[in-house]
């Protein structure tokens, strides 16, 4: 054998005749392959213009948009990623089967990352109750419709309360869900007293919706001292007690002949 072939064997790698076969069946299957079937690896990975011929060949669309991709139910307050995902998609060279399949598995963890996150804050939430229950013992209800009071009479709703809650109790520390509540509670107590925290002056009750005039009604029910000074004409506070129901009552039901 000359010389050269010696070479050329050797430069292959070849190590028998069979391995010399094998090579030779696998040209012989390329070379009747069609141009459309071969793709030629760029010759520099940092050339945009063959890097996007190569994804073309693969096949990548030729725009992000092109991407075909479900409509994600997005929350309120919530970002749309889909557009920046097509796009972060076809800067990778990644074609429409490859995208979908890890947008799809993008969002499933997502939702189950979701999914944990609430059913974790409402655990908090309900555990910050719990413990607010046992803190305020039989005072819980009368104290929380205080806190109620504080979000009507500020136009608050109960919604952002709860989203306040939410936000405010945490695995480490519920305790901040408490917190809102204490403060909520201490200043709908001042409101229904009339009276600013740490203050002993009287102040108007200009201002004061129905809806809060009828839930202090229904409280000052379900005060022993009150009641004890409204029902009995004898007791020093009578006079006080009925003219604070009057004005309630006024404020509360304001088409009704008294």
Known sequence: MAAEDVGFIENKG??????????????????????????????DPDNAEQMGAFYTRLGRPESAEKYELPEAQVGEGSVDLAP????????????????????DAYQTELQTIVQGQTEAQNQNVQVAEQQMRTEWGAEYEANMGHAKRFAAVFGLSEQWLEAIEGGLASEEDPSGAKGL??????????????????????????????????????????????????????????????????????????????
């Open 84 to 103: 920046k995902f097509r796009e972060w998609a076809f800067a990778a060279g990644l074609n429409q089967r490859q995208t979908r399949a890890i947008f």
């Open 181 to 258: 509540w204490r403060g909520a509670a201490k200043i709908g107590r001042a409101l229904s007293e009339h009276k600013f925290p740490g203050e002993a002056v009287e102040t108007t009750e200009l201002g004061t919706t129905p809806a809060v005039a009828q839930t202090q009604i229904n409280e000052l029910h379900m005060d022993k001292d009150f009641l004890a000074a409204y029902q009995n004409r004898n007791n020093p506070g009578h006079q006080a007690a009925k003219d604070k129901m009057s004005r309630l009552h006024q404020l509360a039901y304001p088409g009704e002949q008294t």
């Open 14 to 43: 070849w190590k028998g005749p069979g391995e010399m076969l094998t090579s030779y069946r696998h040209a012989e299957h390329v070379r009747g392959m069609s141009a459309e079937s071969v793709v030629e690896l760029p010759k």
